[in-house]
């Protein structure tokens, strides 16, 4: 004979299967994190918590060699020794002896402690490859894991971290080496973006003279600026010599604002964020297109 609490289990879990609509909104409540909008981890903030991990105490200061992953793990691992005082490596200069350390202290002979630093583990598979190369080298080294930022699946791959990073955010010091990863077809204005906001009215002599600024290293998907198109000429010319790789460049012919202009076309490409340099223009265009715009003036992501 069944429990009265398992016969309530029995209808309860029958009465789910009949409302799928509650049991999805039992899912949404129990993984609420996973909605929550992405945000940008600036250079700033990556840098402040790194000090404040190390002033924690939680990051112990016994070890014989700081190696940081290249190239974004090598950013905080230089910060760790330089605070500690240690000697700083990569994993394939330090398996070629190659340590940097000051020239005013004695270098040390043996290193019984390794602490390998990345900025964030997700999978894993680079700082086991890593852990690895050390450990077939110096099978008798003590070496430990560090990352600043780990999902929480991940903490299983650390030693040490520093914060749970719940969603996978963008990261400012990845944004121009990693494919837009995180949130998917890129779109990009190009003054005060791919080049620095001239002070001079546009011309033929300021197109070509512009300053290059935030170059990505891999193909964006369209570039939408509100340049006249008497300027794409010299606009392609410019693109081209500075090695800004692009599918489509849509410029202004006139007949809209600027914010209008940036807005429609996002919206007919079907861009998933766009980089803007004004602040205004980036709250403006996320409340017409409500994709997240990055304002590179703040460095930070804007929702609609």
Known sequence: MLSYEKGLRIKFRSWLRKHRVCKAMLWSLR??????????????????????????????????????IPRSGLMFANIIASRFGRPLSTPDSFL?????????????TKYDRILLVEDGVRTGRVIRRAYASLKSRFPD????????????????????????DKRINPQEWELLTSSSPYLGKLATDIDGVLCYDSPDPISA?????????????YKIDSIITSRSEEWRKETEVWLEKHNVKYHHLFMSNGSRSSIEHKAYYIEAIKA????????AEAQ?????????????????????
């Open 31 to 68: 993984h609420l994190h996973l909605y929550k909008q992405p945000r940008i981890i600036n250079i700033e903030e990556g840098i402040l918590a790194t000090l404040d991990w190390i002033r924690s105490g939680k990051l112990p200061n016994d070890f014989d060699v700081i190696i940081g």
């Open 96 to 108: 070629r002896g190659e340590v940097w350390f000051s020239h005013a202290h004695k270098m040390p």
């Open 141 to 164: 080294a003590e070496i430990k894991i560090a990352s600043l930022y780990v999902p929480r699946l991940s903490c299983k791959y650390v030693d040490y971290y520093y914060a749970i």
């Open 205 to 217: 002599l300021s197109v070509k003279n512009a300053k290059p600024y935030l170059i990505p290293q």
């Open 272 to 279: 998933e964020w766009f980089w803007e340099s004004s602040h």
């Open 284 to 304: 403006a265009l996320a409340r017409l297109t409500k994709i997240p715009i990055l304002c590179v003036e703040t460095m930070s992501l804007i929702h609609g």
